[in-house]
């Protein structure tokens, strides 16, 4: 159990305690912003190029030790083995990304010119500042947060969940060891009261979180009272639509397959998966079979045929609770529904369908290996199902003709869409969402404008 002056690393597949970090204390509140700050001065006088070098070194070095580091996060929060080097790597991509091209993005733009003057934009770093990051891509999240401000020429208080502290501190080596200067990231194990003093505190100047939806609310009250910036990542319904298919198995194995990535712990997951009436009985059936043919397995040697518990106690808890709520508000449960009778944090895949809309569950984020299937029997009615939500991060719909699945698309109230396709992951394109799914975006060119002074410099002649 993570008390609130300890974070610990649980190792997800035995419920045993691994290793425990104490807190800061609040008087190293202060002197942890001041250090920050001092670094920022420093910091930012490096040309964007030197900066970028470190940057690039840091990519470099999280490729090298990849397997290590993967190996970490395994144990931290159960993720698979296999996943967490992909997720390793895409950091380093993302990293990598803002060495080449955050010179480029964040030159000069000129604006304006006339007979006597001219105008630009400058993107220029505005100071320390605060990430608050989730448990459930400890490396990729810090990569879309840090990559484009270490560029800039911000510096970093990073706060990390309470359950990866040793991934926390792996990526606080790696920023060390690529010549990071001290003061310039800092990884932090604060308490909840700490956190809100970093905020208050007046040379923080932004602060980004991904979380929940309460989480979100409370940081957005509290930058919002101290006037700073803030980017909210937050939780999402995804809703995956199919139209129409070809091969009715082969749709319901890419929507499980996408279903079950990071054992369903993903904010952008596809969370409601809505079928057209003709093809829904052979879709549902094929659900039903490759959720039953799963077995709970080491997710440091995970094979095709098992899948990996969840992050925390916690985490299980609630989804089972979830669940049985869903099955209680008249939802039918196909199979699954349970905890795995064996020790750690395994909860069997489940495939729900009948969820009431309009009901408190049908609005609720399942955030765990929860298919969630709804029937309808037109386009007009899966695109109303698949708006009737408060959150708006992902979405995909899928059919055999191209347009029919574009003009759905178009429609779709969410900050990233995918027409017969997921919506693209990658460094070089946003991640973000609207509604209750937050505010503001990472990655891509645009995650280089959210924490900047967009300056405006005019020249005489």
Known sequence: MVTSNVFQTINPATGEVVAEHPTITDADVDRLVQKSRDAFSSWRALSIDERAAKVARLADLLEEHADELAAIMTKDMGKPLTEAKDETEFSAEIFRYYATNGPRLAADQKVSEDDETVSYIQRRPIGPLLGIMPWNFPYYQIARFAAPNLVLGNTIILKHAESCPESALAMQRMMDEAGIPEGVYQNVFATHDQISQFIAHPHIQGISLTGSERAGAAIAEQAGKHLKKAVLELGGSDPYVILSTDDVKAAAQQAFAVRMENTGQACNSNKRIIVMSDIYDDFLAEMVKLASDLKPGDPSQLSD??????????????????????????????????????????????????????????????????????????????????????????????????????????????????????????????????????YGRELGPVGMDEFVNKRLLTVKK
């Open 305 to 438: 045929d098992s899948y990996a518990p969840l992050s925390s106690e916690k985490a299980a808890e609630q989804l089972v609770d979830q669940i049985r709520r869903a099955k209680d508000a008249g939802a039918t449960i196909h199979v699954g529904g349970d905890r795995a009778d064996l020790p750690g944090f395994y909860v069997q895949p489940t495939v729900l369908t009948d969820v009431p809309q309009g009901s408190e569950i049908y609005y609720e984020e399942f955030f765990g290996p929860v298919i969630n299937i709804f029937r309808v029997d037109s386009d007009e009615e899966a695109l109303r199902l698949a708006n009737d939500t408060q959150y708006g991060l992902g979405s995909a719909v899928f059919a055999t003709d191209d347009e029919r699945a574009r003009q759905f698309a178009e429609q779709l109230e969410a900050g990233m869409v995918g027409s017969n396709t997921s919506p693209e992951e990658s460094a070089e394109v946003p991640f973000g969402g609207v509604k209750r799914s937050g």
